[in-house]
Nanobody, 121 residues
């Protein structure tokens, strides 16, 4: 089994910063990508940022220049540094990993339980 555990959410004022962390554990032989999604009340879950095992990154336009994603392949971890936070960044943030549990499996998607980020004065 594979588990993703997030940490680092909380309440922050507009303009503030937070850093989210996620660790993947269990039977993992290869991670293809790790990333962060978010879901605000009444909205669909959206991709915020993702990083490949090779270090390529992509971001949703609304966070470019403010958020930075990074990964640590050796520790099966991914981080999301969020700066200049805005009220519209308020959402539950979910860690996602696309990975193989065995070498003959196709990559599967796994999700964390989510961590709340609230940006409010």
């Amino acid at each position: 089994q594979v588990q993703l555990v997030e940490s680092g959410g909380g309440l922050v004022q507009p303009g503030g910063s937070l850093r989210l962390s996620c660790v993947a554990s269990g039977r993992i032989v290869s991670i293809v990508t790790m990333g962060w999604y978010r879901q605000a009340p009444g909205k669909q879950r959206e991709l915020v940022a993702a990083v490949t095992s090779g270090g390529d990154t992509n971001y949703v336009d609304s966070v470019k220049g403010r958020f930075a994603i990074s990964g640590d392949n050796g520790k099966n971890m991914v981080y999301l540094q969020m700066n200049s936070l805005k009220p519209e960044d308020t959402a539950v943030y979910y860690c996602n990993a696309k990975l193989r549990s065995t070498w003959y499996d196709v990559p599967n998607n796994y999700w964390g339980q989510g961590t709340q980020v609230t940006v409010s004065s």
